[in-house]
């Protein structure tokens, strides 16, 4: 007779999670920017660091991505050369007044789709939160491309 009825608050996560950007979905609640959580040499050593090894690496592949296109170019070239592949320089041609005129019609309206758009706002909101932390990152990512 003198029971006490149990309340429950139902928290619907997709309700909670759309209007929450990215980063602090995959990094928890308390994750705001860099600067409330480390000081400003850390957060340069931090982003200095992973700019660096992005850029060399980046620096590496893209050597080997020039050299593939380069040698597979070049190969393509001696192959019709010699007689082994026959190139249609008409259909190519075609094909390329083609593909110009469907870059002509898409880059006549400089809009970017909504989804685009939205995205390009979060990654400037965190850049703006992040300065510190974008800095060391553009810095070691030039002097990985150097290395």
């Known amino acids: ?10 928290l619907d996560l997709a309700e ?3 209007n929450r950007p990215w980063w602090r979905k ?3 609640p308390g994750s705001g ?10 957060q340069l050593v931090i982003g200095g ?6 850029g060399f690496i980046f620096q590496k592949v893209g050597k ?3 050299t593939a296109v380069g040698g597979g170019f070049f190969l393509l ?11 249609d320089w008409k259909l190519v041609e075609r094909d390329v007044n083609k593909a110009k005129q469907q870059l002509k019609f898409h880059s006549g309206g ?5 989804e685009v758009k939205s995205k390009v706002d979060e990654v400037i909101t965190f850049l703006k939160k992040n300065v510190i932390l974008t800095g060391g990152f553009a810095g070691g990512f030039l002097l990985g491309m150097a290395s």
């Open 1 to 10: 007779a003198g029971r006490k009825e149990d309340t429950f608050n139902v």
């Open 16 to 18: 909670y999670t759309k």
């Open 26 to 28: 995959v990094f928890a």
């Open 33 to 42: 920017s860099s600067a409330e959580k480390y000081n400003v040499a850390m």
């Open 49 to 54: 660091v992973t700019g660096w090894c992005t």
């Open 64 to 66: 080997l991505a020039a």
């Open 77 to 87: 070239q001696v192959a019709n050369h010699t007689g082994y592949i026959k190139v």
């Open 110 to 114: 400089n809009k970017m789709a909504p």
